[in-house]
């Protein structure tokens, strides 16, 4: 198995950190989505009992915390060294 270049294992590290600071009911729902590519957010919505329009504005949120986090990355992490 080939390892991970560095730059991927720093993106996965700002995913996960991602997955931890958002709502648990998010969390589960984005987790749920990406872990299938066939399933759809009307999928998702239905499995968890939400409207779809509600689990696309929690991706779109944190598809925007997750830009924010790369593009600042080395801020975040003196925040969290910090903290």
Known sequence: MSEIDPINKQEIVDIEFCL???????????????????????????EFGYSTRTTIVWRKNFKN?????????????NLRQEA
């Open 20 to 46: 931890l600071v958002i709502n648990p009911e998010h969390k589960q729902a984005i987790q749920r989505y990406y872990s299938d590519k066939f399933l759809t957010w009307d999928n998702v919505a239905n």
């Open 65 to 77: 915390l997750l830009n924010i986090i790369l593009q600042h990355g080395d801020e975040f992490i």
